[in-house]
């Protein structure tokens, strides 16, 4: 099997870096300054114990990777990318790969499965950054993250199986799971407050609304006990001359893409709500604020978290 990752960032050049070094046939999909600086000098993986240069095969665009039908395409970009990313996935296979959503949020899947018959969905707990072009910090060693996955929209079969197998093999935790989804609903519950690093406070009350909305919409979250013993491997550490900085979205900010990824998180929630008449004003604010800070080009921090506490917990008095 030929891994395809997608999205070579934080999460995607850690998973691609590891399958490359357990000898399995990987290539990486980047863009921008990061392709440029990768196709050039190979990819610099750096975790607590290595500071290697991997030349893993990279290239722009999916036109160029001659993806094929048994290939495991790994997506791992952020959610505001999806769309345009699997319409260069469809012009390139003509529906005909197999795509694995590794992604935060529970929109992709449902994206990927109008072109792709044979999508699988992948939860990530990984900790890793991309805040460098040509260079990805993966903050844990022994078990480098958990990454379980399973058929889109439920089940096991036998390709998911053999890919788990390969990431348990690169020295990550992976197992089939037939209601992944469950997995991937609790920890969009985690990402909610990715966007301003929320205290703990806003955070409760964003999993409140969120929760709220899971019981109307009638949709399976795994339990906190269940999501605490599959992160059980994962050990953070330290890793000389790179300070870890947070979620995805501060990530985003501070590499000044221009974009996040809080519709994406926050903006299901307030979807949800509105479909089932849950009311949802605190993920609705913290979508807002996010999207304003990406707008308006406001540094990380701009928002304190005082001001964000004192309006999230305003609004249950309101």
């Not at 769309?83 to 469809?90: K, P, S």
């Not at 197999?98 to 949020?105: F, L």
């Amino acid at each position: 099997m030929r891994f395809v990752i997608y999205g070579a960032g934080g999460i995607g050049g850690t998973i691609g870096a590891r399958l490359h070094q357990a000898g399995f046939e990987t290539v990486l999909i980047a863009r921008g300054a990061h392709y440029e600086a990768v196709a050039r000098h190979g990819l610099r993986f750096v975790s607590p114990t290595q500071d290697v240069h991997l030349h893993i095969p990279c290239f722009p665009h999916p036109n160029d990777a001659d993806i094929r039908p048994d290939d495991a395409v790994i997506l791992c970009m952020k959610g505001q990318h999806t769309e345009d990313a699997l319409r260069d996935l469809y012009a390139a296979t003509a529906g005909d790969a197999r795509v694995i959503c590794c992604q935060n949020g529970v929109d992709n899947e449902r994206l990927a499965l109008r072109r792709f018959p044979h999508t699988y969905a992948m939860v990530v707990l990984l900790p890793a950054e991309h805040l460098e072009p040509g260079v990805v910090v993966n903050f844990a060693e022994d078990t480098a993250g958990c990454l379980d996955a399973g058929c889109y929209p439920r089940g096991v079969d036998d390709f998911i199986e053999t890919v788990t197998a390969a990431l348990r093999r690169a020295g990550f935790s992976s197992v089939p799971d037939r209601a992944i989804m469950g997995q991937k609903y609790a920890k969009l519950l985690g990402n909610l407050s990715n966007a301003v690093q929320a205290a703990t406070g806003a955070a409760a009350k964003l999993r409140e609304e969120a929760l709220a909305c899971y019981r109307a919409a009638g949709i399976h979250c795994a339990t906190v006990e269940e999501t605490r013993a599959r992160r059980a491997d994962i050990r953070g550490g330290d890793v000389p001359g790179h300070k870890r900085h947070g979620g995805s979205s501060l990530q985003s900010m501070l590499r000044g893409t221009g974009d996040i990824e809080t519709d994406f998180m926050n903006g299901e929630i307030v979807l949800l709500g509105r479909l089932h008449g849950v009311p949802v004003p605190a993920n609705a604010l913290v979508q807002e604020i996010g999207n304003r800070m990406v707008r308006e080009n406001l540094a990380p921090g701009s928002v304190s978290i005082e001001e964000l506490e004192r309006r999230v917990l305003g609004l249950s008095a309101a």
